[in-house]
Structures are given as structure tokens and as C-alpha cells.
């Protein structure tokens, strides 16, 4: 097989590798940031409910 | 919170492996003498991507063994996200394999040993999802999976030997105990791509581990908050 008739084939395999990889690298990467947000959203919540009415005025 | 946070400095070596790997098969390798000619150069991400996913299947069979023994819930996640992972990396590798089927044998898919045996892998580790879909409660659900995920890794092996046991196959055998079958700049550009992909892995499963661990702390709240 020549470099003219191959270079196709190569190309498709390579795009194909380097698509997945890089889109499931930013989702997952997005996930993360999703997550820690609302992890800090919740304990924000629970503290805020654990912390008594009179209190929370005064802060 | 940043513990659970992949660390950069394994994606960015994966990414310095990778992209060696990747300019020195273009431009240190030689196009191949035999009849695959250019074609090839898929050689150089495909088989480590197939080994990093076998690899992958490895660690989810060491961490279902893990979690039987100690019923730690922390093996069962390490297990599914190397499931996850080395689905992923079969899927390209099955992807990657078609196109040089097409590219050096003429044909998309044949029924010979190695295609077999990995479609096999692919459908039982499918499977392996299903299965953890359809078991609500935790402790059992970690069980079942573990249990299935020994029995999947059974045909592992029989996926890596497959070409060896069965040589007339249409994959021929580069890698053996007597040597690499290769020229030495074509080991120097796979090793530095297996190197690569191989702390790729380690980076998503890291990252991936992360992701679970912080679902789990999303639902923990939430129940501790009454929602």
C-alpha cells in the first residue's frame, strides 16, 4: 500500500483516537467542576441549616 | 476537595508521551516493508490502546477480588471505573482495528481469534453494565458486579493469546518472548505511545475515582439534608 492510498485510513484512525479521547478528557473534566459546585452548594445549605435562627441573625 | 482532583502533571505527561510517540511514528519510524505499507502507522496507537484497556479489565478483576474480600465500597468504584475506562479503550481499539482491516486486509471484520475473542470482551464487559443498572441496592449490586467482573476477566488472557495459540489468524504476532519483531525505532515510537497511553489510564482513572467519590458526597447531603 502506498503513503497516497494509506494516508487516509491513518488519518481516520488517529482522528477517531484523538476525538474520544480529548471529548471524554473535557467532559469528565466538566463533571468534576459540576460536582464540586454542588457539593460546596450543599454543605453551604447544611451549614446554614445547622447554624441556629438567632445566630445567623446576628451574623 | 483537592485530593479528589486528578492531578494535572499525569494528564500533561500522558499528553508529552502521546504526542512523541505520535511525531516520532511519522517522522523517526519507517514506513513498513511488508504489504501494510503506510497503513501501518495505525500500529502505533492501536496496540497501545489495546493493551492499556486489557490492562484496564486487570485492575477492575484485582479490585472485584479486593472488595469480596473487605466489602470495601472503595474497590467496587475502582472497578467500575476501570470498566468504564477499558470499554472506552476497546471500543477504539475495535474502531481503530476496522480501519486497518480495511487498510491492510481489504475487509472491515473477519471472524478470526483476536477480533472474536475482543468483540467477546466488549459484549461481557457491556454485559457487566447492564448488570450494575439493574441491582438497586449497593452492597449487592458491588457483589454481583464483582463476581461478574472475575468471570469476565477469564477471557482476557484467552484475548492476549489468542493470536498465539491460534496463529492463523490474520494478526500476526509482533510481540513474543523471543523478541519485538520490529525495527528498532518503530519499538522506540510504540514504547513511548504505550507509556503514554498507559499514564493516560492512570490519569482518568484518577480522575474518574474522583467523579464517583464526589456523586456519592452530592447523594450523602442530600439525604442528610432530607432531599
Known sequence: MTIEEG???????????????????????????????????????????????GEAGAE | MKKLVSAPALFIGAGVFLITGLMLAFWYSPVDSSSMGFSQKIFYYHVPIAETAL???????????????????????????????????????????????????????????????????????????????????????????????????INVPITFFATRFLPEGLHPVVISAGGTGMEGSMFVSFFISMIGMTLLLVALTRRDLAIENLKDRVTDLKTSLGG
Open chain 2, 55 to 153: 490492562v484496564a479489565f486487570g485492575i477492575a478483576f484485582v479490585a472485584a477480588i479486593a472488595y469480596l474480600r473487605t466489602q470495601d465500597l472503595k474497590w467496587d468504584r475502582l472497578s467500575y471505573v476501570s470498566v468504564r475506562l477499558g470499554l472506552l479503550f476497546s471500543i477504539l481499539v475495535m474502531l481503530t482495528g476496522m480501519i486497518w482491516g480495511k487498510a491492510a486486509w481489504d475487509t472491515w471484520w473477519a471472524w478470526e481469534p483476536r477480533l472474536t475473542t475482543f468483540l467477546l470482551v466488549c459484549f461481557l464487559y457491556a454485559a457487566y453494565w447492564v448488570l450494575r443498572s439493574v441491582v438497586d441496592e449497593e452492597q449487592r449490586r458491588a457483589t454481583y458486579a464483582a463476581v461478574f467482573a472475575i468471570i469476565a476477566f
Open chain 1, 7 to 53: 494516508v487516509k485510513y491513518v488519518a481516520a484512525a488517529y482522528a477517531i483516537i484523538l476525538a474520544v479521547l480529548v471529548i471524554y478528557y473535557f467532559m469528565s473534566a466538566r463533571r468534576v467542576t459540576a460536582l464540586q459546585r454542588d457539593v460546596q452548594l450543599l454543605e453551604d445549605e447544611a451549614k446554614r441549616l445547622q447554624t441556629p435562627v
